[in-house]
């Protein structure tokens, strides 16, 4: 990717990076959901989803065949808290329900609901028929294990098979599943399942990364035996038991042999089916509490009319199970009878061919991938871009602000200048998107082209007023389908992280841009806002400016300054090879710094590093990045995925002020 010193902020005039055809909005689902509401366009959609929200979601669910046992009378309880909405009073369901009944219906029985494509080559398909009954059975076994309505459960599984009818089938029971990134630690894991009084855990002790076998035996025996609430542990694709003499221990592969297929279990609208633990990077990890009335309702309208996926087609997004993405793919794919292609590998083993070469084999036509990946897809395009990718119609980023370079690339090059970016954010919180792209509208780079339906969205300044066409606060102005009941078992800590900014208003944490033309750009987490001089800057805006040729990759801190009362750091990774000396590419990174936004934000340190501390799903935290700069402490570091880069922040000594920075003081 070519690096530029131009400022990456987009505004109103900016040019379009593409445009729908006639035949694009006329036939996307987004388009038919308005002719059936007799509305003319995606902003008469949205302002119908905001005032009658019942109607709204009533017919999505028609459209999608979304089906209830007995359906709602009501969007929400009159009654509630508007923190804590009770969605669909009336209503019941199990959502399980809308991904099984592929398999009774003869159209779609035969048709794959799974491709599973392992790091060593082996694939398995699953048909919708298939996928039916091994949910049903292994519904049945839980059962009999004594696993019910209300237990909650950890899963920790590769991304396969095993892992997708395991979600399926403890939402089946009404059990509420845990996942869990299979890289985390023994301290990671005791964190998130004593919490949550976890009753048992669906796990496998080896997993296979760039052709190394990773043994996970000791990190989940040692686990287990600080679980004082662990009953259960279910070996999958595992050779040996583990032993444990306090625990009772199944193989997954045998759990329901023998016993009648289990119906899902009729559930309420507000049952949780999932807790998914967040970062907890300022404090110990918070439980999201999802419930089977609204995460899958947000995320089945989402991937319908952010994503247009419709069913027969086929989806790759790699993940973890520990990210929000593998439960958004697997609800969202086959409750619409859509194929959802898993990898469970290192995207560049043997080489960066390998995810190009399984949307080639298997006529992926939606991929996704977060800006992290999709940089290292980028910087060995001779790898990524060799396999076809002519299946290809809808490309999905989110995770992370997706730079316009990057943008760019995967629009162009990866997606050949005809698949739309859809770019899409939210976060483990609300289900989904709270913005993002629809295929009905222009798209700028980088940028979203829509709130999303029956999300009240605005960006708020410091006295809480909408502001267009300067950085403020996202928030959203209403209760809205997806967003979390609570913290698990932490009611006020909840409140204090998403209602009190503005009394009423959830406030997401992140800064957003709103422009003239009424798209909107992510310009990073509020809390990593760089206050300079009494000047507010995103660090987004920053390190678009800083990324200048030799420069790989960059993070903009403010770290505490008693004159300035912050200054600004970057740290940066070179790219490989360059052939500039680091100080040299330093001086032009202030220059362009300050050139874009002033003096005043000349950086007064760079800092040169391997690696950026990150999560394991790609997100750059800055918020430690400054803590350890500042030597102040670290808290929970259970989420990272290199923790050793924190390590070498701490060790750095501070090194000289860059020229521009000089000369500027």
């Known amino acids: 990717m070519k690096r530029s010193n131009t400022k990456a902020t987009s505004t109103a005039s900016e040019a379009i990076a593409w445009r729908p055809d006639s035949a694009t909005r006329s036939s996307a689902r987004v388009q038919q959901l308005c002719d059936r509401l007799g509305v003319a366009d995606y902003t008469q959609l949205h302002r119908l989803s905001l005032d009658e929200g019942f109607r709204f979601h009533m017919e999505a669910m028609r459209h999608l065949d979304f089906e209830w046992y007995e359906p709602p009378k009501a969007l929400m309880s009159a009654d509630a808290d508007p923190r804590l909405p009770s969605w669909f009073p009336g209503g019941w369901l199990n959502w399980v329900h809308n991904a099984l009944k592929h398999g009774e219906r003869v159209e779609s029985a035969q048709r794959p609901a799974l491709i599973c494509v392992s790091e060593g080559g082996v694939e398995q ?7 039916r009954h091994e949910v049903r059975s292994k519904a049945a076994g839980l059962a009999d294990e004594g696993i019910g309505r209300g237990d909650t459960v950890g899963l920790m599984l590769p991304m396969g098979k095993d892992a997708v009818v395991a979600f399926l089938a403890l939402s089946a029971v009404g059990a509420i599943a845990v996942p869990l990134f299979t890289g985390y630690g023994v301290d990671a894991i005791v964190a998130r399942l004593d919490a949550c009084g976890a009753k048992a855990l669906i796990c496998t002790t080896a997993m296979a990364r760039r052709g190394q076998r990773i043994d996970l035996r000791e990190r989940v025996s040692d686990a287990a035996r600080r679980l004082p609430s662990l009953r259960l542990v279910l070996l999958a694709a595992s050779d040996e038991p583990l032993q444990l003499q306090h625990l009772s221990e199944r193989r997954w592969e045998t759990l329901g042999q023998g016993l009648l297929p289990r119906a899902p279990e009729t559930m309420q609208p507000n049952d949780p089916f999932m807790v998914v633990y967040t970062s907890g990077t300022t404090g110990r990890p918070k439980g999201a509490v999802h419930t089977h009335g609204s995460f899958p309702v947000k995320i089945v309208e989402d991937c319908a009319y952010h994503f247009d996926l419709h069913a027969g087609e086929r989806w790759l997004w790699p993940s973890d199970v520990g990210w929000i993405v593998a439960p958004i793919t697997i609800v969202g794919a086959l409750c619409l009878g859509a194929t959802l292609v898993c990898y469970d590998g290192a995207p560049d083993h043997p080489d960066w061919s390998r995810l190009s070469e399984t949307v080639s084999r298997h006529g992926v036509t939606h991929f996704g991938a977060s800006p992290t ?26 995770g992370e602000v997706l730079p316009e370079e990057t943008f760019r690339w995967y629009f162009k090059d990866y997606g050949q200048g005809r698949c739309p970016v859809i770019n899409y954010t939210g976060g483990t919180e609300v289900s ?105 800057v995103g660090p987004a805006e920053v390190e678009a400016l800083a990324h200048v040729r030799g420069v790989r990759e960059v993070a903009a801190v403010g770290v505490d300054d008693p004159h300035k009362g912050q200054r600004l750091v970057l740290v940066a990774i070179a ?35 391997a690696e950026l501390p990150r999560t394991r799903n790609g997100k750059v935290l800055r918020r430690l990045i400054r803590s350890a700069l500042e030597g102040k402490a670290i808290g929970d570091t259970s989420a990272l995925d290199n923790p050793h880069a924190l390590k070498s922040l701490t060790a750095l000594s501070p090194p000289s002020p860059t020229p521009a920075a000089a000369s500027a003081a």
């Open 125 to 131: 398909t699953t048909s919708y028929e298939a996928l």
């Open 432 to 536: 989904g998107a709270i913005l993002g792209n629809v295929i009905t509208r222009p798209i700028k780079a980088s940028g979203f082209n829509a709130p999303s339906l029956a999300v009240d969205v605005a960006a708020f300044d410091a006295g809480g007023h909408a502001c267009i066409g300067t950085v403020g606060e996202l928030v959203v102005r209403r209760p809205f389908i997806g967003m979390t009941r609570g913290f698990w078992r932490e009611e006020r800590r909840y409140f204090e992280s998403y209602w009190e900014r503005f009394p009423g208003v959830w406030a997401h944490g992140d800064l957003l841009l709103t422009d003239t033309d009424g798209h909107h750009f992510i310009k990073g987490r509020s809390d990593d806002t760089l206050k300079i001089a009494g000047k507010r």
């Open 373 to 398: 990946l999709l940089r290292g897809m980028a910087e060995h395009a001779g790898h990524s871009l060799k396999p076809s990718r002519d299946t290809l119609r809808i490309l999905i980023s989110a």
């Open 575 to 609: 790219d490989e090879g360059v052939s500039a000396d680091l100080d040299t590419i330093g001086h032009r990174m202030s220059l362009a710094v300050q050139t874009g936004l002033g003096k005043p934000f000349s950086p007064a340190r760079i800092h040169w590093v």
